[in-house]
């Protein structure tokens, strides 16, 4: 398995902007699916993003599709969420997963997650 950590949550006005990071170690980085996924108080986790290891596609909700960014550096471990033009409705706990198999837009096809890193908006 990889573990994961992510950082760069806070709090932040709305249409402000956050990056967070997602910091892998364990197993070969570079031949997982990296997947950010999101929870608010009282819903279920929600797919946010995702960015395949074989030929680097991404794919975004539909909820913030134009608004953020999804990268990875396999030199670093790391992976990225940029998040620009920020809405209340954006306010969650974010994580990040690694796949090999199944649904990216799952959330039980994700075999590793990190602990989570509050993000939080305001109007």
């Known amino acids: 398995q990889v573990q994961l950590v992510e950082s760069g949550g806070g709090l932040v006005q709305a249409g402000g902007s956050l990056r967070l990071s997602c910091a892998a170690s364990?197993?070969?980085?570079?031949?997982?699916?990296m997947g950010w996924f999101r929870q608010a108080p009282g819903k279920g986790r929600e797919f946010v993003a995702a960015?395949?290891?074989?030929?680097?596609?991404?794919y975004y909700a539909d909820s913030v599709k134009g608004r953020f960014t999804m990268s990875r550096d396999n030199a670093k471990n790391t992976a990225y969420l940029q998040m620009n033009s920020l809405k209340p409705e954006d306010t969650a706990n974010y994580y990040c997963?690694?796949?090999?198999?199944?649904?990216?837009?799952?959330?039980?096809?994700?075999?590793?997650w990190g602990q989570g890193t509050q993000v939080t908006v305001s109007s």
């Open positions: 997963a690694t796949t090999t198999l199944g649904s990216i837009f799952v959330w039980s096809s994700y075999d590793s």
């Open positions: 364990g197993r070969t980085f570079s031949r997982y699916t």
């Open positions: 960015l395949t290891w074989n030929d680097g596609s991404t």
